[in-house]
């Protein structure tokens, strides 16, 4: 765990435009001074990531967010009380003077202040000392990769790119923070969370637009992403035991991922059981995945996920992880 010597560090080097890693509820971030572009520019080289993809803006309370978002509607004053700190980003019009690096280039910003200690910590001794109060950050991987959920991913991730890695143990929710836009009218979910958007309608009266086939597709949002190098499927829960067994048969070695039960019969070469809520399931999805990459397996295995609304944002991570497994 880090300490205050830690933060100071970390502060300085921000200051100084370097990269640091940074825990929060979520999945750890690669973080730089957000009013610095060519710190923002490390961030983009650091994760291999094309520079159109536009970053989150952490933010030490929501006093901040005039510096960074202009004609802040009601509704983001609202789920800022209801929800912040904590794993929502807002995406709002850009107060000018935001780096188009951070942005993308697109007239909107996204912003969060992130519920966890440390990270807050870090945002507030970094506007104390000076600096712009925003830190850009996005979940510290390699482009297209499995988010880190412990600063021991994060250098297996990163390696020497990132100067200091501030750890703050694993990460409580384990998936990327909900997405709502509220730059055009009628929020939109652009991305699942944590929070669901029951919760959103819950809190503020309005429920978020979610994303339909139809619905044009958030910039940045590609559907390959999080994924392990090792190809994935997923098979139904009455069908894995059958699955793994004819897998074993044929001399395939395959990795399990199970929330209902074990793989007893169908023993597979490596398995994981998880949660079977989707909170407990989704602060251990990415560790697990990242595991099961690691066990030299030619396949892994998960077991189909419910087809419930709680379960939305595990899904959508899952359907992702598919899609980008084995490259
Ligand atoms: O939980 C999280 O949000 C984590 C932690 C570190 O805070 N961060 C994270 O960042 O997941 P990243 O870069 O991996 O994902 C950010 C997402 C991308 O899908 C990006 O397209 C979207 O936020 N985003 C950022 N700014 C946006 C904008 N102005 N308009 C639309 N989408 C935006
Ligand atoms: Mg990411």
Not at 53 to 79: K, M, S, T, Y
Not at 148 to 176: F, K, M, S
Request: glycine residues 10%.
């Amino acid at each position: 765990m880090s300490d205050p010597a830690d933060i100071a560090r970390a502060v300085e080097l921000l200051k100084a435009g370097e990269l640091v890693g940074i825990p929060t509820e979520t999945v750890y971030g690669l973080g730089a001074d957000a009013a610095n572009p060519q710190a923002v520019a490390r961030i983009f080289a650091a994760k291999g990531r094309p520079a159109d993809h536009p970053l989150i803006v952490h933010l030490p309370g929501a006093a901040h967010l005039d510096r960074w978002a202009r004609e802040i509607p009601d509704l983001a004053w609202e789920l800022a009380e209801d929800f912040w700190p904590g794993p929502l980003t807002l995406i709002l019009k850009r107060a000018p003077g935001v780096p188009d690096a951070v942005t993308g280039g697109q007239d909107t910003v996204g912003l969060r202040v992130p519920g966890h200690p440390l990270a807050l910590e870090l945002l507030r001794a970094f506007a104390a000392a000076g600096g712009s109060g925003g830190i850009a950050a996005p979940s510290a991987n390699r482009f297209g990769r499995i988010s880190p959920t412990t600063a021991a991913h994060v250098r297996e991730e990163l390696g020497d790119a990132v100067a200091l890695v501030l750890d703050g143990g694993p990460c409580a929710v384990g998936i990327e923070s909900t997405i709502v836009d509220l730059s055009a009218g009628a929020p939109r979910l652009l991305r699942p969370g944590h929070i669901t958007a029951q919760r959103i309608e819950a809190a503020c009266g309005l429920r978020p637009i979610e994303p339909g086939a139809d619905a044009p597709r958030a910039s940045g949002t590609l559907e390959a992403h999080y994924a392990p190098r090792t190809p994935m499927r997923m098979v139904a829960g009455e069908r894995l035991l059958d699955f793994l067994n004819a897998q074993r048969h044929s001399g395939r070695r395959c990795a399990a991922l199970c929330h209902s039960q074990p793989p007893q019969a169908g023993m597979p070469h490596a398995w994981r059981m998880l949660p079977a809520d989707p909170a407990g399931y989704a602060h251990d999805l990415y560790a697990a995945l990242r595991e099961l990459d690691h066990a030299d397996a030619e396949l892994i295995v998960v077991e189909a996920i419910p087809a419930a609304p709680e379960w939305a944002a595990v899904a959508d991570r899952l359907r992702r992880a598919v899609c980008g497994a084995g490259n």
